[in-house]
């Protein structure tokens, strides 16, 4: 089954009577194409669906029944220029810029200037300058999409974030943030903007709402998934073309992989349990009223729409592990502790068994290291006697190695030990309070 993504265009029409709105409309119904438009004046905006690396867009088969990838973006561009009239098309980074007939024009030689010699077989070809290839409208890091701007106001990001990777993040805000866990999703909350992109580079999914408390700016709602950056627009006006509104199939369809239906899909993919009808009836209702709205569709507490409304500061939400900013080796401490303790990107099996072997049973561990450093001390000792002969410079590296893994191994794990009882995630230890003492 295709998965669909929507991407945005636009067709400059540069003579109205040639390049008519009706014209357009009649382009995308001859050819099957399940598309949304918007007349703007002298451009015409539209909206599909595409599929696949080759971007093909969303067509409906000959007898009508089955939405099937049609042809890419690219063919797309290039039947259209040679369709429309006086036009340039611009679709999801695809240019096609049009024949325009600009009638006779005069042709002037100015015969003082030499013409260029031609270059002769021996003469290298001029170098280019190497490009990195990436997909049409994609940044550098190869996702697609345009990044926004971003108000200065609260922001909540749900992801797949780790508690591990959240001191940063409280760093570089400058103020706390406070954290809610739900399965593998996260909700993190700021009082301000995480500056950067730092926000949007996690691995899986990000759902980004930012606001502005003033009510000057609108939300910006962005979803990054799958390499693909989605920004909704609240002033969102486009509507189903013509051919489209008139054929059942497609109308679900545009209705269910366009506009805020491609966001309410995303967002039923990334989270549990949300409201569907919610999500979709906040993101089409009033812009000042929505990040209120989707706190509800998500199940979030109403103190985390109190806090994007600039109500409440985001450490006062009830529930919510907070993180302070921190000088880097507080923030380091942090990090290992919540890492593990389980709640990093690495496995909680892996951290398990480290637990049971090094934590869980410290007395142990500590009998281990002492018979090792027993043992390396034995071979420091037998260098000694015979370091005049070969085998004792092979017992000396043998026996400080030994006395080094042991010394490391137990302050390590005290270290570990005594973050895990600062961040509260595990209770005193016996070997921590005996070595204290």
């Known amino acids: 089954m295709a998965s669909w993504r929507p991407v945005r265009g636009e067709i400059i029409r540069f003579d109205h009577t040639l390049a008519s709105v009706e014209s357009i409309e009649k382009f995308f119904a001859d050819n099957r194409i399940i598309a949304r438009g918007i007349d703007a004046g002298d451009t015409y905006e539209v909206e599909l669906a595409v599929t696949g690396r080759r971007r093909r867009v969303a067509t409906l088969d000959e007898a009508g029944e089955v939405v099937v990838p049609g042809p890419s973006v690219p063919d797309l561009v290039e039947l259209m220029d040679k369709t429309l009239r006086k036009v340039q098309i611009d679709i999801a980074g695809e240019v096609a810029w049009g024949n325009i007939d600009l009638g006779e024009v005069d042709v002037s030689w100015d015969l003082s200037t030499p013409s260029p010699e031609p270059e002769s077989a021996d003469t290298p070809p001029t170098a280019l300058p190497a490009e990195t290839e990436l997909a049409p409208g994609a940044d550098e890091e190869g996702v697609e999409g345009a990044f926004p701007d971003l108000p200065e106001g609260p922001m909540l990001l749900l992801s797949d974030l780790s508690f591990a990777e959240l001191p940063r993040y409280a760093a570089a805000v400058g103020t706390p943030i406070a954290a809610f866990e739900s399965g593998e999703t996260k909700a993190v909350l700021a009082d301000s903007r995480i500056p950067g992109r730092g926000a949007l580079d996690s691995p899986k999914f990000v759902i980004l709402l930012s606001t502005d408390p003033s009510g000057l700016e609108s939300p910006v709602l962005v979803i990054r998934q799958d390499n693909q950056r989605f920004v909704w627009e609240w002033?969102?006006?486009?509507?189903?073309?013509?051919?489209?509104?008139?054929?059942?199939?497609?109308?679900?369809?545009?209705?269910?992989?366009?506009?805020?239906?491609?966001?309410?899909?995303?967002?039923?993919?990334?989270?549990?349990?949300?409201?569907?009808?919610?999500?979709?009836?906040?993101?089409?209702?009033?812009?000042?009223?929505?990040?209120?709205?989707?706190?509800?569709?998500?199940?979030?507490?109403?103190?985390?729409?109190?806090?994007?409304?600039?109500?409440?500061?985001?450490?006062?939400?009830?529930?919510?592990?907070?993180?302070?900013?921190?000088?880097?080796?507080?923030?380091?401490?942090?990090?290992?502790?919540?890492?593990?303790?389980?709640?990093?990107?690495?496995?909680?099996?892996?951290?398990?068994?480290?637990?049971?072997?090094?934590?869980?049973?410290?007395?142990?561990?500590?009998?281990?290291?002492?018979?090792?450093?027993?043992?390396?001390?034995?071979?420091?000792?037998?260098?000694?006697?015979?370091?005049?002969?070969?085998?004792?410079?092979?017992?000396?590296?043998?026996?400080?190695?030994?006395?080094?893994?042991?010394?490391?191994?137990?302050?390590?794990?005290?270290?570990?030990?005594?973050?895990?009882?600062?961040?509260?995630?595990?209770?005193?230890?016996?070997?921590?309070?005996?070595?204290?003492?």
């Open 235 to 437: 002033d969102y006006s486009f509507t189903d073309m013509p051919w489209v509104s008139g054929n059942e199939i497609a109308t679900n369809f545009a209705h269910e992989q366009l506009g805020a239906g491609a966001f309410v899909l995303r967002f039923a993919q990334d989270l549990h349990d949300v409201d569907e009808e919610a999500v979709r009836a906040a993101l089409t209702g009033n812009a000042e009223e929505a990040p209120r709205a989707l706190i509800r569709a998500i199940s979030l507490p109403e103190e985390v729409a109190d806090c994007l409304e600039g109500l409440l500061d985001a450490r006062l939400v009830p529930g919510s592990v907070v993180f302070e900013p921190k000088p880097f080796s507080e923030r380091f401490q942090t990090s290992v502790a919540y890492e593990v303790s389980g709640k990093g990107r690495a496995t909680p099996e892996f951290w398990s068994v480290f637990r049971k072997l090094y934590l869980d049973h410290p007395h142990i561990m500590e009998i281990v290291a002492s018979v090792q450093a027993g043992a390396g001390s034995v071979a420091v000792a037998a260098a000694v006697r015979n370091w005049s002969k070969p085998r004792g410079k092979i017992l000396a590296g043998i026996g400080g190695a030994l006395i080094l893994d042991a010394g490391t191994r137990i302050f390590t794990t005290l270290w570990v030990q005594a973050a895990l009882e600062y961040e509260g995630l595990r209770p005193r230890n016996p070997l921590s309070a005996d070595t204290a003492e």
